[in-house]
């Protein structure tokens, strides 16, 4: 009769290793694949493969980020920090963006002559490879609540693992 024991006590242990691993991913970090173009070079600089492939020059295509989300909770985010947030036309869609405007800083509006100071609560994004991003310029400044947290490190592949540096696109240094 050790066997009911043991399944029984494997399916405890199990259920309290997910309960912490899915509190450590809600409310502390997560990691989480970054997919596309819009943040090239900082993300996925070799990422020029066909859909349907999985490795270009033999390794995993696509980088792996460290998400840390201490930020959340008094929306601490400053000029330059990448962040993921959730898409303003579709909560379930998640996008990795760098901020390069805060609540009080003008913005001007691309192919425009106009300038927008951006509001209390929101923030501006954009991807580091314009030509190929869906971003502030196209759905405007983004309130700070859709923010799910801050990327730190790339944990994948081996050779690209590494700290994040806040700048702001076109070469300029955060603050």
């Known amino acids: 009769m050790g066997t009911p024991s043991f399944l029984w006590n494997v399916c405890k242990s199990s259920f309290a290793c997910g309960l912490i691993g899915?509190?450590?991913?809600?409310?502390?970090?997560?990691?989480?694949?970054?997919?596309?173009?819009?943040?090239?070079?900082?993300?996925n600089p070799y990422n020029s493969r066909p859909l349907g492939l999985f490795t270009v020059n033999g390794s995993s295509a696509d980088d792996h980020v460290l998400v840390e989300k201490h930020c959340l909770k008094d929306y601490k985010f400053s000029h330059g920090d990448v962040v993921v947030f959730?898409?303003?036309?579709?909560?379930?869609?998640?996008?990795?963006?760098?901020?390069?405007?805060?609540?009080?800083?003008?913005?001007?509006?691309?192919?425009?002559?106009?300038?927008?100071?951006?509001?209390?609560?929101?923030?501006?994004?954009?991807?580091?490879?314009?030509?190929?991003?869906?971003?502030?310029?196209?759905?405007?400044?983004?309130?700070?609540?859709?923010?799910?947290?801050?990327?730190?490190?790339?944990?994948?592949?081996?050779?690209?693992?590494?700290?994040?540096d806040r700048k702001l696109p076109g070469g300029g240094l955060g603050f």
């Not at 909560?91 to 760098?98: F, G, L, N, P």
């Not at 502030?136 to 994948?156: A, D």
Request: proline share 11%; aromatic share 8%.
């Open 86 to 164: 959730c898409s303003p036309s579709s909560y379930k869609e998640k996008h990795i963006k760098r901020i390069t405007a805060m609540p009080g800083d003008w913005i001007s509006v691309p192919y425009s002559y106009d300038a927008v100071k951006i509001p209390e609560g929101h923030c501006w994004v954009e991807g580091d490879n314009p030509t190929n991003s869906l971003d502030s310029r196209s759905f405007g400044p983004i309130p700070l609540g859709l923010i799910r947290g801050r990327v730190t490190h790339i944990l994948w592949p081996p050779q690209r693992v590494g700290k994040i």
């Open 22 to 43: 899915l509190t450590i991913s809600d409310r502390i970090a997560s990691i989480v694949p970054v997919q596309g173009f819009s943040m090239s070079p900082t993300f």
